[in-house]
């Protein structure tokens, strides 16, 4: 029991090392302050990901197709 517990606690300590919770991406936005300002939110630099390949899934069926996003929103999905 001791044994599980210390894996356990070491595994949330190398988890919050890795992956600390102060980053850019995960502060909330002040009032007052606009989303594209520095500091708030996403950095005003676009940022585009296009995935090709990718499982798209909805509640009827799934299909393969190729997903581009800009700036944290879907743009076009092609089949």
Known sequence: MAYHLSLSLL???LLFTYFP???Q????CEAG???DEVGCGISSSS???????????NAHHQEIADVYVKD?????VRV
């Open 33 to 35: 302050i606009g989303y």
């Open 11 to 13: 595994l949330s300590l």
């Open 47 to 57: 940022t585009k990901l296009l995935i090709k390949g990718g499982t798209v899934v």
């Open 21 to 23: 919770s102060n980053s």
């Open 72 to 76: 944290g929103i879907i743009v076009a």
């Open 25 to 28: 991406s995960n502060q909330f």
